[in-house]
């Protein structure tokens, strides 16, 4: 079997003006997608998403100049595909797709799922995986803030164990403080803290001093973890945070090689690594997991755009040594799901990974005509 042809779909969905969500400084007007697809001269073929921050053109280019080292290869070679360089998006994220793609097609040649594929010898893997409602993302501190607890509770009814919100809208444009945020936390904490786990993403935007009071609050309030609270590039302040608090403090869904991980991993400055198989690819993802598994440290993926991205970090959850919970993104609209022909079971908070080969799901077969690419980047940046 040869590889024939490798392709990429880039694919949109304008959000309506009511579900535009905001974050930071920035308004999110519309979903994007970037979509490997690897043909064999045995008409089998393989997909794979790559995380769209890459820029779908750009990784599209990135894929087209790769392409030519891949093809008239045959796919079941173990070192097929390119490496990620860690210089991040779009080569990396391009590098990302295609790997998902082979390792869809190795699956669909062996007739087994990627997830038992992607195992040691003799582990069996996860047949569903619990996943985390992903939003808080929508909050605006100027208008009604408490919609985030509404929004929690609603994840709570319909199913979810678990919850991750984000800090809101710039804090200067409402004079928030870290006080004032906390009380907000609390207000979450006493809605759905029975019910759920509760997570909480900074974005890198605070500073060590406001991380350190966040985080003992959510010590003291037993929330799951503290992700990215300040600038990933600084390890000793991670590591001053997590020898802080009994909270873990974790990161690293930017990064895309093992060796980016190991200064964090040797100075204790992650607790949990976050590696996301649409950034750095299945393969170096489990590299990334099984090295962060030697420092007793777990791995949860970072996941935030497409349903077959979703699948490909899916897999890599379930071939964990000690999978826990896997990111769905609670904002990303119709293209999210509906890129694929059949979306997989989620019910009571559970992801049910399909029997069939491969990553278990095929395209919607009128794709690109659904979801035609819209020219501009995810975000538009806003001034108040």
Request: glycine share 10%; hydrophobic share 40%.
């Amino acid at each position: 079997m040869k590889i024939t042809k490798i392709r990429t779909l880039c694919l949109s969905r304008p959000h309506e003006p009511e579900r535009q969500w905001r974050t930071a400084t920035f308004l999110v007007p519309k979903a994007d997608a970037a979509v490997v697809v690897i043909d064999t001269d045995e008409g089998l073929r393989g997909i794979g998403e790559a995380c769209a921050y890459g820029d779908p053109p750009r990784i599209r280019a990135e894929v087209e100049r790769l392409a030519p080292g891949l093809l008239g290869r045959d796919p079941r070679e173990t070192d097929l595909a390119p490496r990620p360089v860690g210089l991040n998006a779009p080569v990396d994220t391009a590098v990302a797709g295609i790997d998902a793609a082979l390792w869809d097609l190795r699956g669909r040649l062996a007739k087994r799922p990627v997830a038992e594929l992607l195992a040691l010898p003799g582990q069996q893997p996860l047949h569903r995986v619990r996943l985390y409602a992903s939003g808080g993302v929508n909050y605006d501190w100027e208008n009604r803030p408490e919609s985030v607890v509404d929004e929690a509770v609603g994840y709570a009814e319909a199913g979810f164990t678990a919850f991750k919100m984000r800090i809101g809208t710039h804090w200067e444009w409402a004079g928030v403080t870290v006080p004032r945020f906390i009380a907000l936390l609390r207000q979450v904490t006493e809605a759905v803290g029975k019910r759920m786990e509760l997570m909480l993403d900074g974005n890198q935007r605070l500073s060590e001093a406001q991380a350190l009071q966040v985080a003992q609050a959510l010590d003291e309030m037993g929330w799951t973890w503290f992700e990215e609270p300040i600038p990933q590039t600084d390890v000793e302040g991670y590591a001053r945070l997590n020898a802080a608090v009994k909270l873990p403090v974790t990161g690293g869904e930017q990064y895309t090689t093992v060796e980016q991980f190991e200064p964090y991993l040797a100075a204790r400055a992650y607790a949990i690594v976050q590696a996301d198989g649409g950034w750095c690819g299945l393969t170096e993802g489990m590299r990334i997991a099984r090295r962060a598994w030697e420092f007793g440290v777990p791995m949860c993926p970072h996941n935030w755009h497409n349903g077959l991205m979703t699948m490909a970090n899916a897999h890599l959850v379930a071939a964990l040594p000690f999978p826990k919970v896997l990111e769905v993104n609670m904002f990303q609209g119709p293209l999210q799901w509906q890129m694929l022909r059949q979306p997989p079971r989620i019910k009571d908070g559970y992801l049910e990974l399909p029997a069939g080969p491969g990553l278990g799901v095929e395209l919607a077969e009128d794709v690109e005509e659904r979801f035609p690419y819209v020219e501009g980047p995810w975000g538009v940046k806003v001034e108040r």
